[in-house]
């Protein structure tokens, strides 16, 4: 079977971002493929065990993707500090004679976001406001490739391989099906220790904080990658609760307009014309700047201006994501290179201002956790599950069966059309179903499955 057709029916997504349609991104050629297998964001480990364990799989991946797209040239962008991922890689490109480069980068954050992926191996800045395709390169990530070796042999994606770390009783990774509550993800590591506590869905710098009271209800997507407990007064969490409005009195009060915001911006350093020290006086003294608050579009979220940079405890990452909020839902239209040619020019200090991983775990209070490295995965699979039909970007999908009805794992339950933006879902484990208006539920059917015993 063609290759897109395999992926769209398997209901592949970037699992490292914002949920992409894999069909979509790669219906293309190009001239580099890149893998991006930097897993940057700290304290995760989910994207190092698959390199461990399925280098394999990976590889064959890469090879099937790479010709797809006709590529010139496949690079595997990774820390060189993951010794042990290396290795098994170098072992499956050799086992596979296949043309496949390594690069192995500095520990720095956020070099797994694609700009800087892209920066460090092709040396090319990306335009402001582009996508790798702009410089002839598609980026994939090292689950989203698994998951597409996997469409090949018609296994549609229904489960997640995730890290469950911080302040648990026994940090883990752990194989669920999706739509599994995030309290039996946690669960399975033992809890979490404090009595107030907080979830990250995703890695600490960029993931969404979930409140403890809501992990009940919420479930485990194809993007999840990482769940991180941390005190509820952990200044990671604290700095996520503020209200908008706080954030900009602290801000007109507070604000020195020293520019390290600015000055240690990764995509500032890229050549890009993002200043979120001009965001943060212009929102600060409720300026009409439209140049600054444009800038706001080429933040790639990545918290360093706020967690890291910013001697005052400023929150510019947050200001910026409102910024964009409200130009987006305001009808604004983003201009597609917002006036710089191809040719970026990184800043001249780009080399000494990236941020060493280590330095940013210690800064951002994690240093406690860092020691963490995970290797055993425990296998759960819950009694009900909760499909969100949302899980990517574009339009939810259409539920193709019925409340009451009977679904066996790896069933499609939910539709896009080939050529919209959305992505198919599947039955993740087998039961009767209930359908809501945002989700599919499934629980399992005990006496069927009693009775095939
Ligand atoms: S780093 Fe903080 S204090 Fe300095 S300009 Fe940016 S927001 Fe203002
Ligand atoms: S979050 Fe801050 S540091 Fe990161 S890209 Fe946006 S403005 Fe730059």
């Known amino acids: 079977m063609e290759l897109i057709q395999s992926i769209w029916e398997a209901g592949v997504v970037g699992a490292g971002g914002a949920g992409f ?16 297998a930097v897993e940057c964001e700290p304290l995760l480990e989910t994207d190092k065990y698959y390199m461990r364990y399925f280098a394999e799989e990976l590889i064959k991946s890469i090879e099937i993707v790479g010709a797809h797209l006709k590529v010139s040239r496949k690079i595997i962008g990774i820390k060189a500090k993951y010794k042990k991922e290396i290795e098994c890689l170098t072992h499956a490109i050799k086992q596979q004679n296949a043309p496949i480069e390594i690069k192995a980068l500095e520990s720095f954050y956020p070099a797994g976001d694609e700009q800087m992926l892209v920066r460090e191996i092709l040396e090319v800045s990306i335009p402001p406001g582009g996508i790798p395709l702009a410089v002839g390169a598609v980026v994939s990530n090292v ?70 009271e809501d992990v009940k209800n919420t479930f485990v997507t194809k993007t999840l990658g990482g769940i991180v407990v941390l005190p509820e007064d ?14 900009i009195n602290r801000t007109a009060s507070s604000c020195i307009q020293c520019r390290m915001c600015t000055d240690l911006c990764p995509r500032f350093l890229n050549g890009h014309p993002l200043w979120p020290h001009k965001v943060m006086r212009a929102i600060g003294n409720g300026e009409k700047a439209l140049e600054a608050y444009e800038s706001a579009l080429l933040c790639c979220e990545c918290g360093i201006c706020e967690l890291y940079a910013c001697p005052m405890g400023l929150s510019p990452k947050t200001v910026n994501q409102k910024v964009k909020q409200m130009l987006l839902s305001g009808g604004y239209k983003r201009k ?12 001249e200090m780009r080399n000494y201002r990236k941020v060493h991983s280590n330095r940013l775990t210690a800064r951002v209070a994690l240093s406690e956790y860092e020691h963490i490295h995970l290797d055993q995965v425990i296998l759960f699979t819950p009694k009900c599950v909760t499909i969100g039909l949302k899980q990517h970007i574009g339009k939810p999908a259409i539920p193709c069966i019925k409340t009451g009805d009977y679904v066996t794992k790896g069933e499609c339950i939910a539709e896009v059309e080939k050529d919209q933006m959305g992505a198919r879902i599947h039955a993740s484990i087998s039961g009767i179903v209930t359908v809501t208006e945002s989700a599919v539920i499934i629980r399992k059917d005990e006496q069927k499955e009693a009775r095939h015993d």
């Open 21 to 36: 349609p894999s069909h979509i991104k790669l219906n293309t050629t190009v001239d580099t493929l890149i893998i991006n």
């Open 143 to 212: 689950a989203t490739l698994l998951d597409i070796e996997k469409s090949i042999r018609n296994i549609p994606v229904t489960s997640r391989v995730i890290t469950v770390t911080g302040a648990v009783k026994t940090p883990t990774l752990i194989s669920v099906p999706i739509g599994t509550s995030i309290k039996e993800c946690l669960e399975l590591a033992g809890d979490a220790l404090p009595a107030r506590y907080a979830v990250i869905l995703g890695g600490p710098m960029m993931g969404a904080d979930c409140h403890m």
């Open 234 to 247: 952990h200044p990671i969490i604290t700095r996520k609760r503020l209200s908008f409005q706080h954030i």
């Open 336 to 347: 597609p290179s917002l006036g710089v040619s191809l040719t970026t020019e990184v800043h």
